[in-house]
Each structure stands twice: as structure tokens, then as C-alpha cells.
């Protein structure tokens, strides 16, 4: 069933959308994430609709806005998350 944890998983882990320039971004962990829960998280799993969309980003941060929703409308969460974006040459040494 849904539950806090699951909706904060959902949040955290969905691919963010800097990542569709894959042979420019290596890897985007989170420097800092905001979370707020909507009234009723509970339910059964079933479809959701997740909204991720970039706000900004620049200097290899990226600052994204969040939005959860279940099947049948409810708000799982709002968050905010705050990326670093690593690119391959910084991992590798090669500037590729």
C-alpha cells in the first residue's frame, strides 16, 4: 500500500530530468531535499502521476520541483530537491 516511505522513494529516486544528456551527466546526487506530504498518503499502489520538471541549473547544480499525485487525484507530495550534476570528464580525468 502507499505509505510515506513509499511516496519519498518515488521522489527521490525517479530519474531527474537533467539526465536525458547522458553522454553529459555522469551522475546527479541529491545535495538537498524538501518534502511535503499531502493530507492522505494512503492507498492502495496502483498508477501515479509524477511531475518532475528542472526550475533551473547552472554551475553543476540543478534545482527541481516535484509533484506526486495518486490515480485517483490526491497530492502524494510537493518537494523540492537540489541536485549536483557530476560530469564523466570530472570522474574519468578525460575532458572527452
Do not use: C
Request: hydrophobic share 40%; aromatic share 8%; proline share 7%.
Amino acid at each position: 500500500a502507499w505509505d510515506h516511505r513509499f511516496a519519498l522513494f518515488l521522489s527521490d529516486l525517479w530519474i531527474p530530468p537533467v539526465s536525458r544528456h547522458p553522454d553529459r551527466v555522469f551522475a546527479t546526487p541529491t545535495l538537498h531535499h524538501t518534502v511535503h506530504f499531502g493530507p492522505d498518503v494512503s492507498g492502495d499502489k496502483g498508477a501515479f502521476l509524477s511531475h518532475h520538471r528542472l526550475a533551473s541549473g547552472g554551475d553543476g547544480i540543478t534545482d527541481e520541483d516535484i509533484g506526486i499525485w495518486s490515480e485517483d487525484g490526491r497530492i502524494l507530495l510537493r518537494a523540492r530537491q537540489l541536485r549536483l550534476v557530476v560530469s564523466p570528464d570530472s570522474v574519468t580525468g578525460d575532458p572527452a
